[in-house]
């Protein structure tokens, strides 16, 4: 039975990616070699880094001012790595605090600055996203976490600030367009709308950078890295070649516009589900919902284990929520079919009508 895989990440990726990547595995462009054996500055692997830059910068739009550099770490090394390289002790950067990814960034920059929080959710339990946003002038920068992947809230318009914007896109990088000039970084762990877990996508303004008398790591530099074009160590090399498959899948299919179409639609259809059921309800405030991780409850919590049996048994895998928000939560990124979406929503209607 084909199974959807609704969990938040590692995700879903489209199947072509799958089968191309798992032929490569085997032998690589008929070079009698496996991808995964081959150097890193081999001739071979030296172009995949250079097509993934190259469609990344096709698909934001992005001049050379802008450096693509493929770390390790997850996104969560780019929490302490964006203030090690950009907050001085005595400066201050200013924060989103909008659910558990922004709480874990705000931590660590601490460690190497002062935070201000420029707007909180904590009163809502983190359920929607504020428009508004208190930046002091001498901030470093503004942190922000276009989409928050556990309590299911997305933003919906970026601010524009008076200092430099720094975004975790994890969970909703290249489901939408966005006008990605407004950005002066933006980080991304691919496993969630990218490619495979092991890689992180970072695309820096680079005159952002070198502002600071701190000695940096020589690892945790983005200027390193930049130097050394994503090689100054061994890069993940499987994790960026599967990243370019997802990124050709991408742009072959029509690019950001076309993904917006497909996710708002997706959304709408599960998010309308949700709403008409007398069972079911939406964690989100409507004018936060993510497209990319639609969380809900149920009203009869005794019944929550049935309908994630149910789910498995007709093959939408991973709806279990979160274990800090509960409830479940459907992660429809880019590679999620409609007819994913569809098969959940005639589980969801289905048992509305049997237990509602
Ligand atoms: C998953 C996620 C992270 C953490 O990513 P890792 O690659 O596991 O470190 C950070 N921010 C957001 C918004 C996420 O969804």
Redesign the pocket.
Known sequence: MKKYNFY??PAILPQEVFEQASKAVIEYDHIGLSLIEISHRSKEFTQIVDETQQRIKEITGLGDAYKVLFLQ?????Q?CMIPYNLLGESDTASYMDVGA?SK?AIKEARLFGQVHVACSSSDESYTYMPTAFDVPESSRYLHI?T????QGTQMKSIPNVGCNLIA????DIFSRQLNWNQFDMIYA?A??NLGP?GV?LVIVKESILGKLTRNIPTILDYRVHIKDNSLHNTPSTFGIYVMLLTLRWLQKEGGLAVMEQRNKEKAQLLYDAIDRSPLFTGVARKDSRSDMNVTWTINKPELEDAFNTLAKDNGCIGIKGHRSVGGFRASIYNAMPRAGVELLINLIDDFSKKHG
């Open positions: 938040s990440g770490g997850g996104a969560t090394q929490f990814w874990k976490t989409n928050e992947t556990i975790d896109m994890s969970s762990g496993q969630k877990s992180t």
